[in-house]
Each structure stands twice: as structure tokens, then as C-alpha cells.
């Protein structure tokens, strides 16, 4: 009943855009603080941002930090995740994650099933 469900992964080029969403359902959303955390072949689980339960408050890794921009909808119960100038480090399955998640915890909160993102040249 509880469901993350990200979506917006795709394959694109260096120094593109992609817009992340999570669709949250079955608990209280608006109650927790929100992440992104991706996983790459080379880098493992890797926190990504978090988000305050009511959106005021941001962290980023330094990583993607400037190019990347997590918000919410509490009404709608979406998490977004703005990433620009995207580089092919950046490429690995993103999820959505209840949560600060500034160390990654697999079996921690919620999680979803994760969509993909693929930058290639």
C-alpha cells in the first residue's frame, strides 16, 4: 500500500536536462523529510539531496550540487528532481527515499523501485 514511484529517467547527452518525479501514496507524505539517492556502478548507493518535510530546507551532495534542484508538492504528494547539465557520472538508478538519507540506508524508510538515467555521449 505504502509506494514511491519515480519516473522522468531517460537517455541523454552530456549537458542535458531531466526532470525526476517520485509519486508518493499510502502514508502520510507530507509528515517526512524527503531524498534522492542513486546508484551507480562505480559509486554504489549515493546520497543525492534531501528535502525538509515542507520543502524549505535543501542539502545536496557536493557532486551535483548547483546542478541539481530537489522540490516537493505535499498537496500532490510529489517529490521532484530538477537535474541540469547532466554528465555521464551522473548516470545510475535514482530513488525516491523517505527520509535525510545522508548515509543510505537500503532497509531505512521507504523507498522506490527507482528509474534509470542514462547520460551518453
Known amino acids: 500500500q505504502v509506494q514511491l514511484v519515480e519516473s522522468g529517467g531517460d537517455l541523454v547527452q552530456p549537458g542535458g536536462s531531466l526532470r525526476l518525479s517520485c509519486v508518493a501514496s499510502?502514508?502520510?507524505?507530507?509528515?517526512?523529510?524527503m531524498s534522492w539517492v542513486r546508484q551507480t556502478p562505480g559509486q554504489g548507493l549515493e546520497w543525492v539531496s534531501l528535502i525538509s518535510s515542507d520543502g524549505t530546507y535543501t542539502e545536496y551532495a557536493d557532486s551535483v550540487k548547483g546542478r541539481f534542484t530537489a522540490s516537493r508538492n505535499n498537496a500532490e504528494k510529489i517529490l521532484y528532481l530538477q537535474m541540469n547539465s547532466l554528465a555521464t557520472e551522473d548516470t545510475g538508478i535514482y530513488y525516491c527515499a523517505t527520509g535525510g538519507q545522508r548515509t543510505p540506508v537500503r532497509g531505512a524508510g521507504y523507498w522506490g523501485r527507482g528509474t534509470q538515467v542514462t547520460v551518453s555521449s
Open positions: 499510502g502514508f502520510e507524505f507530507r509528515a517526512h523529510p
